[in-house]
């Protein structure tokens, strides 16, 4: 089976700006707790990065290998108590979480068990409707027990973020696109493919703003 080809029940959530960030350390124990058990059941370790910037000259900060443990996690979530007073001069761009780490997926040309990302639309947009963007990936291979495991979490998740939208679609990682290519990542949904052609923060929030056809996430 070609990577792109790997089957996912996959979640995205548009969150209300007025909550906490994700990235806020206090949000992301949340988090963490909320998606441990479906991240351990991956094939392997799960692995993160993450961009962000400094907030004066605009450099990249170097986190180095970040894994999903609580070590790494207060590395790189603003105000943990490993970076409180560092941390107020970064600006978050994006997490992603790949388990396996991509790593061993490139290894083995195989897509991964569980992915996540969390975009900040502060950081693309002045203007927004919503914030963040978060996108939940699970292989339709894992175990049924982990699959509904992990539709509890993206329910629990939307309730964090009170999410001003939550839908569900199952689909490959990619597209099919040439003779071994692939297109319309999952892996590149939180920044490109999810929405229509246009200012989706000056559309109404709802499934009709959504690229692909997508259902209402309903427990």
């Known amino acids: 089976m070609a990577f792109h080809d790997y089957e996912y029940d996959l979640y995205a959530e548009l969150g209300n ?3 906490s960030p994700l990235w806020e350390w206090s949000m992301w124990r949340q988090v963490d707790r909320i998606l441990n058990p479906v991240m351990q059941a991956a094939r392997g370790k799960p692995s993160v990065r993450t961009t962000q910037l400094a907030a004066v000259g605009g450099r990249k900060i170097p986190f180095g290998r970040l894994g999903w ?3 790494s996690h207060q590395k790189w979530t603003h105000n943990s108590p490993s970076n409180g007073t560092e941390s107020a001069h970064w600006e978050f761009l994006d997490v992603e979480v790949w388990a396996p780490s991509w790593t061993m997926c490139e290894r083995e040309n195989r897509s991964p068990d ?5 975009v900040n639309e502060t950081s693309i947009s002045e203007t927004i409707a919503f914030n963040p963007v978060m996108i939940l990936a699970v292989s339709v291979l894992l175990p049924s027990e982990i699959r509904t495991a992990a539709k ?6 939307a309730a964090l973020v009170n999410a001003r939208l939550a839908v569900t679609m199952r689909r490959p990682w ?6 071994i290519g692939f297109s319309h990542s999952v892996q590149d949904l939180g920044v490109t493919g999810l ?4 200012n989706k923060h000056k559309r109404p929030v709802d499934v009709n703003t959504l690229a692909e056809t997508w ?5």
């Open 215 to 219: 259902e209402q996430l309903r427990g």
């Open 174 to 179: 990619g597209r099919a696109s040439g003779s």
């Open 69 to 71: 443990d609580d070590r």
């Open 17 to 19: 700006p007025e909550v």
């Open 114 to 118: 569980i992915f996540l990302s969390i």
């Open 195 to 198: 929405f229509k052609v246009g």
């Open 152 to 157: 509890d979490a993206a329910m629990e998740l």
